[in-house]
């Protein structure tokens, strides 16, 4: 089945701790995206990429990072610098001019 | 940057009755409007969406319709039935723009 994959759905981190979360995604979508869900505020985007090998900030980028080296593949690293990185996390793709598909997220918690 | 609202954050309606969910966006230059539905522990299904060169878009029970000069845009779910309970987001941007605007999102509760 095409679709976007997201592991692992529980993950937990500890102080000081860098956690690095996956999305593959083999609908060979151009564009690849990170959103943060967090209660009573909608999805916010945190980093993007349109093509294989660059990527952009989005509205909430620090104390994130991203590679995009795989056209399939873009993990995010929340590293610890994100001082509040208890949220749900979503990976969504999109092929040119097609509406964005969701894998079915992580949900990243501190010990 | 596109700022979007949803009203209201809730909706509670019977079994069988309709539910409307309405958006405003802030930007007249987005032309491409989602809407997802999310149930929970997943990630959002996109439902329906609309451009701006149409006024309403239909797919069985679900409708959008879209007021450009009024820069809203609202979902109508007819017959609702208990697997429509879920939160509805809904979005905005640029057609061929990647980077969506999302609402805070609408918990829709159908009661049997």
């Known amino acids: 089945d095409g679709g976007i994959t997201q592991s692992p759905k529980y993950l937990f981190r500890k102080e000081g701790q860098n956690v690095t979360l996956s999305c593959e995604q083999n609908l060979n979508h151009d564009a690849m995206y990170w959103y943060r869900q967090d209660p009573g505020q909608g999805l916010r985007l945190i980093y993007y990429?349109?093509?294989?090998?660059?990527?952009q900030k989005g509205d909430i980028a620090e104390g994130y990072s991203v590679s995009r080296e795989k056209k399939e593949s873009f993990p995010l690293t929340v590293t610890s610098a994100q001082k509040n990185p208890t949220a749900f996390y979503l990976c969504?793709?999109?092929?040119?001019?097609?509406?964005?598909?969701f894998g079915d997220g992580t949900r990243l918690s501190i010990l | 940057g596109e700022n979007v609202e949803q009203h209201p954050s809730t909706l509670s309606v019977q079994e069988g009755d309709s539910a409307v969910i309405k958006c405003t966006y802030s930007d007249s230059a987005s032309n491409y409007f989602p809407w997802y539905k999310q149930e929970l522990g997943k990630g959002p299904q996109l439902i329906i969406d609309?451009?701006?060169?149409?006024g309403e878009k239909k797919d069985q029970r679900i409708a959008v319709t879209l007021n450009k000069t009024a820069k809203h845009f609202s979902l109508h779910i007819t017959e609702t039935q208990p697997e429509d309970s879920a939160v509805y987001f809904c979005a905005a941007a640029i057609y061929g723009n990647n980077r969506l605007a999302f609402g805070k999102g609408n918990q829709v509760v159908v009661i049997p």
């Open positions: 609309i451009r701006s060169n149409v």
């Open positions: 990429s349109q093509i294989v090998n660059d990527f």
């Open positions: 969504a793709s999109s092929g040119s001019n097609q509406p964005q598909h």
